[in-house]
């Protein structure tokens, strides 16, 4: 019995020694690792050296990767924070610059420069009380300290202006706001809430370029402010910048998925981004019909923001302008207007349709103040020109064929195989023949004109292509206006 058990025991004593062998093995292996990452003196020294040489240089980034090292192999060394502290501040961080210098006098709470720097970077931040108590603190150290001092004494008056810059604002008095709110941003650059009321101030008087540098810094100045992306994008959103709108809303997503109000946000302006890109794509592809269905779908999304409701009826304008209906176009485009009188490229679009609209005189007009308005703009210069050569120009080769100046080619000649067919001279006899043959001609000269692009662009701006006087090198020299092919019967016919 007892040999039997013999084996037994022996495996369970060499199962024991085994694991603690092993026990002893996985601790011999971890302490060869201890050290591996920890720097020795010399190696956090040169971290050290290396971060003021890069501070030396302005290259900041480079040099936090190094006091991040540093840091990190010596936790306990106040100075080390503190000279990142420094270079968080060179790169506007003060947040992280002030979790730093809190560690620093939690190492070392007799460190006044310390005091001093927190100090001032907590009064920029707008925490007066705090910053009192840090500066009193170094003021009773060393009483003539100069910067101290100037903080100090400046921390009273600044309350004032705060006071009165909140009654300003209440009152809705936004100049005289604007006025003490700079003042004040200039002591406490990195008071979120001076930047947000300052913005408001801004908007209400119609400074929204202003208003948008002051919401994009509070968006930067303060962690997690989705209300402060919500203005920004709703006022990207009112001036009818709306991609930039869809852009900014959605950094308010990022920082809170579940955000309600920059939700409903997002989704409006994500639609109505959705309409503007189609409607772009639409009238650059010339697909002219679609592009106003766009822009009548845009509206349903938003009546109400006027500079939305301008951009949208300026590119419903353009795209009407280029359809066969006059009327609808100027009064698109007179609405456009009434909304942004000064803008050239659509009073352009609306003298267009003035033009298909045989309106000359105000066509003429409406190039003649674009062109006040924008110079150098050079689609008012060639229209009145082309104005002024319509007028002159004995044929008009649209309404030979009894086409509108914005029609197509395939248009043009569906109108022209139409005509052709009814003058043709065949079909007539004696003096009759004469005349259909002249108008035939006519005819013939429409098609070529207008089916060339070059041409009918020279055509539109005021001239005949086919006219020797006003073209010396061009006119019908070559040009063979028709000849006749026997074909079951009837006569038919091609152009050169």
Request: glycine fraction near 4%; aromatic fraction near 10%; proline fraction near 4%.
């Amino acid at each position: 019995m007892y040999i039997h058990q013999i084996p037994v025991i022996n495996t369970l004593l060499e199962r024991v020694y085994l694991s603690n062998l092993l026990s002893v093995w996985i601790i011999l292996i971890l302490n060869s690792f201890d050290g591996l990452d920890c720097l020795s003196n010399d190696e956090i020294d040169s971290h050290l050296e290396l971060g003021k040489q890069m501070v030396a240089r302005g290259q900041y980034s480079d040099a936090l990767s190094h006091y991040h090292a540093a840091i990190e192999a010596d936790p306990k060394n106040y100075l080390t924070y503190f000279k990142r502290a420094t270079v968080y501040l060179a790169l506007g961080k003060s947040k992280p610059a002030l979790e730093d210098l809190n560690q620093v006098i939690q190492l070392k709470p007799d460190f006044q420069s310390a005091r001093l720097q927190r100090g001032g970077v907590l009064m920029k931040q707008g925490f007066l009380d705090e910053a009192h108590i840090d500066l009193e603190w170094v003021l009773r150290a060393d009483p003539y300290n100069e910067e101290a001092t100037r903080l100090y004494t400046s921390i009273e008056p600044v309350k004032h202006d705060l006071q009165n810059a909140y009654l300003l604002y209440n009152d809705e008095s936004w100049p005289m706001a604007i006025d003490v709110l700079t003042k004040l941003i200039h002591e406490l650059p990195w008071d979120v809430k001076l930047r947000e009321m300052r913005a408001t101030c801004f908007e209400n008087v119609g400074d929204y370029f202003n208003a948008i540098s002051d919401l994009r810094a509070s968006t930067k100045l303060k962690v997690d402010n989705t209300d402060g992306y919500l203005k920004l994008s709703k006022l990207h959103y009112n001036i009818g910048d709306v991609e930039e709108s869809l852009t900014t809303i959605r950094e308010c997503l990022k920082l809170d998925p579940d955000h309600k109000q920059c939700w409903e946000h997002y989704k409006k302006v994500k639609k109505l981004a959705g309409h503007f890109k189609s409607m772009n794509e639409f009238s650059q592809t010339e697909q002219f019909n679609e592009c106003v269905t766009k822009a009548n779908a845009a509206l349903k999304v938003e009546s109400q923001v006027i500079n939305i409701v301008q951009l949208i009826k300026k590119k419903s304008c353009h795209c009407l302008s280029k359809l066969e209906n006059p009327p609808q176009a100027i009064e698109v485009c007179t609405e456009a207007l009434e909304l942004d009188p000064n803008d050239a490229a659509t009073l352009c679009d609306r003298a267009d349709a003035y033009l298909n609209n045989e309106d000359f005189d105000r066509a003429q007009a409406d190039f003649a103040r674009a062109r006040e308005i924008d110079p150098d703009l050079k689609r008012a210069q060639e229209g009145l020109k082309g104005v002024k050569g319509r007028q002159r120009q004995a044929r008009d080769y649209y309404k030979i064929l009894g086409v509108r100046r914005n029609a197509g080619k395939k248009d043009i000649l569906k109108a022209y195989r139409k005509l052709a067919q009814k003058w043709h001279p065949d079909n007539f006899q004696g003096d009759e023949k004469v005349s259909a043959e002249k108008k035939f001609i006519d005819i013939a000269s429409a098609k070529e004109v207008l089916t060339d692009p070059e041409k009918r662009r020279k055509f539109d701006a005021g001239e005949d292509p086919l006219d020797p006087e006003s073209q010396s090198n061009q006119g019908f020299n070559g040009f063979n206006p028709f000849h006749f092919q026997q074909f079951g019967g009837k006569y038919t016919f091609t152009f050169g």
